[in-house]
């Protein structure tokens, strides 16, 4: 009996270390707009070049996302998604397709999907007068659902649960669950401190510091992860069998963003990179070995808002 449980607490331990897939975003929309963004990485082992465009609309009760990305360097890395989610009452439903490879779309084992549903349990929302006499809202509420992904970093191919808790009051947002842990913290009038985690290696924080309005600098750590299926490794087995290609960086980031007419904000930065990775899912052991060494980034940011 102890061994049993043993094993099941061992295997809700890893799920909830490694929930990682569309949901992880669909679930966190910060904003309506589009993104651009340049980033520039050298390391001692490793030189890339990063475009990115993505995008997120609503049209009540619809909500569509878009994502192109493209890696230079060594290799030619590419990351196509569309997403699309419906929220209305209760419900909260959402599917997505995305392509991360060498040759993404090029064929059916390089192209990845994802649905999940979710189901309001609770919700409950009061308003009252802030200082300055505006209603604002204060609300918890409570989703669980169930989200299916291949291309998850564990147990791709296989359902797990969602889980979401919302807690927001002015001043204070928090998300905590599966797939997502999310809180933002407001300061002094202009100035908040953020954290992101979604599991196993995507962490964010961010010292969000507001000069004025429109001013802000920000200091930043992330740890991130994506993963890719390369074309050449690729086989015609089941998701959690077929091999991945990973890539994961260390960085400390300093970013000023100013903001123009609360319309569009341009954000130039630059970043120490303590650490980065490049390998297969078949020579993890090997881990020790596929460092790029440490090294520097710089790039811009920039977002329109609808």
Known sequence: ???????????????????????????????????????????????????????????????????????????????????????????????????????????????????????????????????????????????????????????????????????????????????LTYIKVDFLKYSSIEFKYVPILDIFFSYNLGINKNNMLQFQAEMENDMYKLSNIVKDVYFSEQEKYYTDTVSIRFRYSVTIKDTVRISPFIEFIADSHRYNSKEIKLFSNSSTGIGYSAGINITAFF
Do not use: C
């Open 1 to 179: 009996m102890s061994n049993m449980i043993k094993k099941i607490t061992t295997f809700i331990f890893f799920t909830f270390l490694s929930f990682n897939g569309y949901a992880s975003n669909a679930l966190y929309t910060p904003y309506e707009g589009l993104d651009f963004k340049y980033r520039w990485l050298d390391t001692a082992k490793h030189d890339t070049h990063a475009i990115e465009i993505s995008g997120l609309h609503t049209s009540t009760p619809h909500q569509f996302g878009y994502e192109f990305q493209q890696i230079l360097g060594d290799d030619t890395l590419t990351k196509l998604g569309l997403t699309y989610a419906y929220k209305a009452g209760s419900h909260w439903a959402g599917f997505g397709l995305s392509s991360n490879s060498d040759k993404p779309l090029t064929s059916l084992n390089l192209i990845d999907f994802d649905v999940f549903y979710a189901f309001k349990v609770f919700q409950h929302v009061t308003e009252y007068e802030n200082i300055n006499g505006k209603a604002l809202a204060y609300y918890s509420r409570l989703y669980l659902g169930l989200e299916y992904s291949t291309n998850r970093l564990f147990l791709d191919g296989y359902p797990l649960p969602v889980i979401r808790y919302e807690y927001s009051k002015p001043g204070l947002d928090v998300i905590f669950g599966l797939p």
